[in-house]
């Protein structure tokens, strides 16, 4: 029998007995764990450029690719089913970490992208996005209310002791009058990192929901001759 022979017998033996191939090669990665990753992971290194250009390869193939997940999936189940727990939360928070990180680095490459991208989705889907407000905002009520009250004695802090009465019945109508659609906001934040202005008339002004989440905290937002027309600081540093 010749070599080529030999092969082609080898082979259609093996087919002929898959079944009992698989369940002793199942038995001796389950046995010889630690090893068969040690092993895989020196292949993987010395053979690194190979892996990627045949994953290339066989992933423009759609069914392929549909068949990799599943199999994928289902491995990382086998995985972790070999696991203790231990080793779980360990795995999990490492992923969490590395997970953070990549996010972190993509949203500092792709700022603009991202921010155009939210833009659109937001004026596209303003409905969908009241209603997942609004269940976020069941779900989080104690988080909601903390926020508030938070945000209520913020406002008392920053009432400023020159006020009148006259000027607090100013603002409040000025809260009641605002246009549908718009929101009242502080040009200078109450709540600012590094400065933090009055809760006074002046320093009011209506914005649409769109344009108050992008301002947030940030100061200065506008040019600064904006802020001095306004009367909220005087000539490049003081506040009022």
């Known amino acids: 029998m010749t070599k080529e022979e030999r092969r082609a017998y080898d082979k259609e033996r093996y087919k002929q007995n898959l079944d009992y191939h698989k369940l002793k090669n199942k038995k001796y990665r389950e046995q010889n764990h630690e090893r068969v990753l040690e092993l895989n992971k020196e292949w993987y290194k010395n053979n690194k450029e ?14 392929v690719r549909k068949h990799s997940n599943k199999v994928r999936v289902e491995y990382d189940a086998h995985r972790r089913s070999l696991m203790s727990e231990k080793e779980k939360k360990e795995m999990y928070r490492n992923k969490n970490i590395k997970y953070r990180e990549q996010s972190k680095l993509y949203r ?5 992208e991202i921010n155009e991208r939210m833009k659109r989705y937001a004026l596209e889907n303003p409905e969908r996005i009241k209603e997942t407000r609004r269940k976020t905002r069941k779900k989080n009520i104690k988080r909601v209310l903390a926020t508030n009250a938070k945000r209520r004695a913020a406002k ?7 006020i009148t009465h006259e000027e607090i019945e100013e603002i409040k109508n000025f809260y009641k009058n605002c246009p549908k659609g718009m929101v009242v906001d502080h040009i200078i934040p109450l709540l600012g990192k590094n400065i933090s202005g009055f809760h006074c008339l002046k320093n009011l002004q209506y914005l649409t929901s769109q344009e ?8 200065p937002y506008y040019p600064i001759q904006f802020y001095i027309d306004k009367g909220l600081i005087i000539g ?4 009022s």
Not at 212 to 219: I, P, R, T, Y
């Open 50 to 63: 190979y892996k990627l250009d045949y994953n290339k390869i066989r992933l423009s193939d759609p069914l």
């Open 108 to 112: 500092e490459l792709h700022r603009e």
């Open 156 to 162: 008392l802090k920053r009432l400023p002791c020159w």
């Open 212 to 219: 108050n989440l992008k301002k947030l905290n940030k100061f």
């Open 236 to 239: 490049t540093g003081g506040k």
